[in-house]
């Protein structure tokens, strides 16, 4: 799931060239941002306010684009990038891995924005009757801790079904052409499978879990560029509060770049949450819990403390 150290430092060496602890002088501080198609670092990317914030400051802004979570925490991992965000599980992954990140904000819980799908013709009907059946997923994404939940909530082990690790476009091709019984996944993938081919939820995070998003930085940026980085979080948040406000004009703003209809975008966007904040006691507990699942389940090499990579913030 992870790539290489190796693949990342030819892919991103003009970004390593001059990066946030690295600058000869002011006029060269860079920060460094991963974003994916669909998330509100998109949007700020669009906006292009980050630049005119920081340009005082003396910083620059380059920004990378990473197909899903576990490939942008891998970046932070090797001194590619400076910040990005991702769902719960990928950080949890990542920092058993020994990656230097620290959580530093977070977005209320949207348990509507993934969901277990089958076929529309599926006979399937309910979460129990997924024993002994094959799901698509992306490992160690947001979905994979849904599973896990879903499948304890109906009383089916984990190791009574065959999980089919697949990246969101490969797990869609599967799940079409009938490879696998159901695939788990997250919006705007979830509400473009509803809308296109029929797709029906079998179960989505309601009651379940909560679907976080996380906004994760390297150790480097939160201990020496405290600036820089609380300018980022403040236009991260006007961009928030602008998306919240106008669904339909975020919808057009992400349409070009992810490839899917506006329509089915604003379906998406509504199961979304909003509001960009610290990590508060609740949250991180609700994150070790997470963790603490993937060790029972032999998917974490150790155990980890989530409290040990979050940003503390002076009171």
């Known amino acids: ?18 990066g946030i602890s690295g600058s000869a002088s002011a006029q060269e501080k860079v920060l460094r941002v991963g974003f994916q198609k669909y998330g509100k670092i998109v949007l700020l990317k669009g906006k292009g306010t980050l630049e005119k914030a920081l340009e005082p400051l003396g910083y620059k802004v380059t920004w990378t684009e990473f197909p899903a979570g576990p490939q942008l ?59 002994g059946k094959k799901i698509a997923l992306n490992k160690g994404s947001n979905v994979h801790y849904l599973l896990v939940k879903a499948l304890e909530k109906a009383g089916v082990a984990y190791a009574d079904v065959t999980p089919v690790f697949l990246a969101p476009a490969d797990g869609r091709a599967a799940f079409e052409r009938g490879a696998v019984d159901a695939w788990a996944i997250w919006d705007p993938f979830q509400a473009a499978a509803e809308a296109t081919i029929g797709a029906r939820v079998l179960a989505d995070g309601t009651d379940t879990v909560s679907n976080h998003q996380f906004y994760l930085a390297s150790e480097k940026l939160v201990a020496g560029h ?25 919808a057009e703003a992400l349409s070009p770049p992810t490839g899917i209809p506006v329509p089915i975008l604003e379906v998406a966007l509504k199961r979304q949450s909003y ?22 389940l032999g998917l974490l090499p150790k155990p980890i403390t989530i409290a040990n990579a979050v940003r503390r913030i002076a009171s």
């Open 226 to 250: 405290e600036a820089a980085l609380k300018v980022f979080l403040k236009q991260l948040s006007d961009v928030d509060d602008w998306a919240k406000a106008d669904i339909k004009a975020v």
């Open 1 to 18: 799931m992870m790539i290489s150290k190796r693949d990342f430092l030819s892919l991103t060496a003009a970004g390593l060239a001059v």
């Open 73 to 131: 925490l891998e970046a932070i991992n090797v001194g590619a990038i400076d910040i990005g965000n991702t769902g719960e599980a990928p950080p949890i992954f990542a920092q058993a891995a020994g990656a230097p990140l620290v959580y530093v904000a977070h977005e209320p819980p949207a348990p509507k924005g993934e969901a277990i799908l089958v076929p529309k013709n599926s006979p399937l009907t309910s979460v129990a009757e997924l024993k």
């Open 275 to 296: 509001g960009i904040r610290p990590l508060d006691e609740a949250t991180v507990a609700e994150q070790q819990r997470i963790a603490d699942a993937f060790h029972a």
